[in-house]
């Protein structure tokens, strides 16, 4: 067995008990006498699946009633163009605070589609959040974008802000699920699966259901969040594969304790590698404001640029995978999602202190 702890930021390691459970029943699920790769869709199995799968994300969540949930496709980027496209007149003004690499995406796209502006922007090199208190908002905005977690950065929002005079959107990708969370904050959540969900394919919507009467209706169906609320996520085929393997982390999640239980987990888990870098005596960093410093994704450097390229080559052979850091920023970087086990941590920072004592 040459299974590794896999620190890849996406997509990402997914719970080997959920693998495994996956590999058991691969060749035959439940009674299909088929795999549930190659059963319909609009059969009673599969629309049984589906409605599990959703009355689990939403006591997992605690999703109050007047919030759809939608399974789409596209991905994280995707949303990016059907949030405006779906929620705001065209041309109508939109707010949006940039964080990072990923909520600049979001801007840049929704250009397109709406007046959107920038309410705050914290600067390069993005490692601190621009103050509420300094927001700059419009009356007349259909919603205001935040990405909650900077997959890139790491700095993450550890709540929702407030006091904004129009619905919160944020960009959930690679923090939902890592722990409890106050859905009747935000008017729509969105997450690409292959971060701390499932496997790639998948993207997970959840919307106010009065934000679907909105006016700015796309004019493809297949498009407009309101028909897919309609039609159950199901006006085409949807990604089967992906919405199975997400149910089964919806189980396991509910198995571990929830998202309560998740969430300590992650908090015990950041603040053990956050310390073990603090304490490194400089010999690793990481910039980011300790108030606002992601649980899910830690970049860090070491204070020698070379030693990167040793630090990676003896890391992947002791069976610690993907700690590059992304080429925005350079570095390293450890993404410990839920399915990073706090043994996979502790791995990681025994490799750090032996890494410095030989190389320090
Ligand atoms: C990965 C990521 C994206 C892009 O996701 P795709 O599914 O590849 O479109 C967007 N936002 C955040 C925060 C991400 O982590």
């Known amino acids: 067995m040459t299974r590794a702890y896999n620190f890849s930021a996406g997509p990402a390691a997914l719970p080997e008990a959920v693998l495994r459970e996956a590999q058991a029943e691969l060749l035959e699920w439940g009674d299909a006498r088929a795999s549930v790769m190659e059963v319909s869709h ?31 496709q596209g991905g994280a980027t995707q949303q990016f ?35 959107a502006r920038i309410a705050a922007d914290a600067g390069a090199p993005y490692v601190a959040l621009p103050p509420r208190a300094g927001w700059r908002l419009s009356d007349d905005a ?24 129009a619905p919160l959107v944020s960009d959930f990708s690679s923090t939902l699920l890592s722990r409890p969370l106050d859905v009747s904050r935000y008017g729509l959540i969105y997450a690409g699966a292959q ?14 259901r009065d934000l679907l009467e909105r006016a700015g209706q796309p004019r493809a169906r ?28 919806f189980k396991w999640l509910e198995r571990e304790g929830g998202l309560a239980a998740m969430g300590e987990r992650n908090r015990r888990k950041a603040q053990a590698l956050y310390a073990a870098i603090d304490g490194s005596g400089g ?29 990676l080559e003896e890391s992947d052979a002791a069976g610690l995978l993907a700690l590059k850091g992304h080429k925005a920023v350079g570095g390293l970087r450890a993404s410990i999602y839920n399915a990073m086990p706090e043994a996979g941590v502790a791995a990681l920072i025994d490799f750090m202190h032996d890494f410095q004592e030989r190389h320090g």
Request: net charge negative.
């Open 195 to 208: 971060k701390n969900v499932g496997p790639a394919g998948l993207t997970l919507v959840i919307v106010r």
């Open 142 to 165: 259909a919603y205001v974008h935040i990405c909650q977690n900077e997959t890139i950065q790491g700095v993450e929002f550890q709540e929702a802000p407030a006091d904004l005079p």
């Open 222 to 249: 297949i498009l407009s969040y309101a028909e897919q609320a309609a039609q159950r996520s199901m006006l085409n085929t949807p990604a089967t594969f992906p919405i199975y393997l997400a149910a089964r982390v």
């Open 283 to 311: 010999f690793y960093r990481n910039p980011v404001d300790p108030a606002v410093r992601s649980w899910m994704n830690v970049p860090f450097a070491i204070h020698e640029e070379r030693l990167h390229a040793v630090f």
């Open 81 to 115: 163009a059907l949030i405006p496209m779906n929620i705001a007149a065209p041309g109508q003004a939109a707010d949006f605070v940039v964080t990072g690499h990923w909520s600049a995406k979001a801007l840049a796209e929704a250009g397109t589609y709406v007046d």
């Open 42 to 72: 609009r059969g009673a199995a599969f629309e049984a699946l589906v409605a599990d799968a959703e009355a689990d994300l939403r006591r997992l969540l605690a999703i109050p009633d007047d919030y759809a949930v939608l399974f789409l």
